[in-house]
């Protein structure tokens, strides 16, 4: 299994620092909003940065880049559609970020929505997947559409059901708490929820999830479920096609308070 380190920053993000399978001490980090407590936790565990890989162009996901390239230039990878600091190797569905001497390879899935031309990189079981998809949630809709968002979510929700999601930011709770309230009876989501509210009060990640559970528990990967589309529908008022369903419980979601 991949050996990822959480690196927390701002007040709920997660910068993932990825080893390299032959070579733990060597590291890529994925999507380095804050420049700092990359190097404190480079320094604390004797890691060498060795690559960046972005998913989109928000602050909080590149706002450490171009500081931690000052510290030593490494193969940097990002989204061919938006502007990111640096001069990454831009990439798009289909592309390949390789880095042949550390034995990792990911592939580029499009995955827009949240931004126009956000990414996720898939590979070695994992995908890292920016602020797409999180664990019993979605991201916002800043720069894309409903129906992109819905084929976004379709592909990831498509990968392999083992496959563990990196996500970038620690919203499980709540977001768990408004799947409950789309679908009250998810007995799946509510014993998830006691597992996450015990990891939070012992402070511990909620992430990475996977593929499997989010089926189970997440509202916007079950738009096609009966009672998400009754929710959906009731709330709405009207009969609602999946792409519609999806845009209610998001808006839904957008004024939610557990």
Known sequence: MLQVTPVRAFADNYIWLIHAPHEPRKVVAVDPGDAEPVRQ????????LCGILL???HHDHVG????????G????FGPATERVP??????????????ADLG???TVLDVPGHTAG?????????VFCGDTLFSGGCGRLFEGTAEQMVQSLAKLASLPEETRVYCAHEYTVSNLQFSLAVEPDNASADEYLHECRNKRARDQATVPSDIRRELKVNPFLRCDRQTVIRAAEARAGKRLNRTEVFAVIRQWKDGFRG
């Open 73 to 76: 230039r490494v193969p940097l």
């Open 118 to 126: 956000h990414i996720a990189f898939v590979g070695h079981g994992a």
């Open 64 to 71: 450490g880049v171009a500081s931690l390239l000052q510290d």
């Open 104 to 106: 990792l390879q990911f």
């Open 41 to 48: 936790t480079l320094r604390a565990h004797s890691l060498q």
């Open 86 to 99: 640096g001069e990454p190797q831009l990439l798009r569905e289909g592309d390949h970020a390789v880095f």
């Open 55 to 57: 998913t989109h162009h």
